[in-house]
């Protein structure tokens, strides 16, 4: 199932530039480079007019797995919804326990 490791490209490409590649250079790697490997690039890969608007805000650095904090993100220039059930249930219980930490004075 080597597929689901597509999900860590971006902390990958993160490693190779702890390892000497230039941070522009990652970031071409996983967007124009790869829409030219797959020949799409004259409709994605880079922000340009005319191309797919395909994109996302992060917090902290988009490479780096620990500071990565996607806050938007845009495919096709669609708004993507990014709460989801996991989310909803992280706020809940974390809303519950520091309410109980509280009132416990800690």
């Given at each position: ?15 190779a530039v ?31 007019p005319g ?6 805000i992060s ?48």
């Amino acid at each position: 199932m080597p597929e689901m490791n597509t999900r860590n490209l971006p902390f990958y490409a993160g490693t190779a530039v702890a390892y000497g590649l230039e941070y522009e250079q990652a970031v071409r790697a996983l967007t124009l480079s790869t829409a030219k490997i797959l020949g799409i690039d004259d409709t994605c890969g880079s922000l340009e007019p005319g191309k797919d608007a395909t994109l996302f805000i992060s917090a902290g650095d988009a490479l780096d797995m620990m500071g990565n904090d996607v806050e938007h993100a845009w495919v096709q220039g669609r708004d993507v919804v990014l709460d989801n059930k996991q989310i909803q249930l992280y706020e809940k219980y974390k809303a519950k326990y520091d309410a109980q930490r509280a009132a416990k004075g800690q």
